[in-house]
């Protein structure tokens, strides 16, 4: 004999496996633009040396 459909329950599952899902997406791709962010601030920081105490920060 065949159950019966519980289509609520059923839908209720796909659409709360979907939302888990999605948030793992996000929370993926929000780390890797931390990492971005991360690692850009490191390259444009790598080239400058620390003002040091006493002389001119600006060159011209």
């Not at 459909?5 to 996000?26: C, G, H, M, T």
């Not at 991360?38 to 600006?58: F, L, Y």
Request: charged share 45%; aromatic share 4%.
């Amino acid at each position: 004999m065949a159950r019966k459909p519980n289509y609520d329950f059923e839908r209720r599952e796909r659409e709360r496996l979907k939302s888990i899902k999605v948030a793992e997406k996000a929370e993926a791709k929000r780390a890797a633009r931390e990492k971005a962010r991360a690692e850009n601030a490191g390259a444009e920081n790598a080239g400058v040396a620390p003002p040091v105490d006493g002389e001119p920060t600006d060159k011209a």
